[in-house]
């Protein structure tokens, strides 16, 4: 089994910052990519952004600028720090990974619970 521990939500005025976190821990071999994504009310689930395990970034279009993904391979923890917060960031920010739980297994995804970060003054 997999477990991810996503911690950092919360409330924060316009222009503020927060920073997520994501562990990763349990039956792993290694993890491939690492990303975030979130969900508004009545939205799709959108990227946020991921990083691969050699460190290739991606970004979703409406955050690019302002968030920064990255990760600590020895942790199994990926980080989203979020700065110049805007209203319209609000949702429930999940963490995924890629990962196979053993040296010859497939790849799996995995998702966390997800934490909720509101933008409002």
């Known amino acids: 089994q997999v477990q991810l521990v996503e911690s950092g939500g919360g409330l924060v005025q316009p222009g503020g910052s927060l920073r997520l976190s994501c562990v990763a821990s349990?039956?792993?071999?290694?993890?491939?990519?690492m990303g975030w994504y979130r969900q508004a009310p009545g939205k799709e689930r959108e990227l946020v952004a991921m990083?691969?395990?050699?460190?290739?970034?991606a970004y979703g279009d409406s955050v690019k600028a302002r968030f920064t993904i990255s990760r600590d391979n020895a942790k199994n923890t990926v980080y989203l720090q979020m700065n110049s917060l805007k209203p319209e960031d609000t949702a429930v920010y999940y963490c995924?990974?890629?990962?196979?739980?053993?040296?010859?297994?497939?790849?799996?995804?995995?998702w966390g619970q997800g934490t909720q970060v509101t933008v409002s003054s």
């Open positions: 349990g039956s792993i071999f290694s993890i491939n990519d």
């Open positions: 990083v691969t395990r050699a460190g290739g970034i």
């Open positions: 995924q990974v890629n990962y196979k739980p053993g040296r010859f297994s497939p790849n799996y995804d995995f």
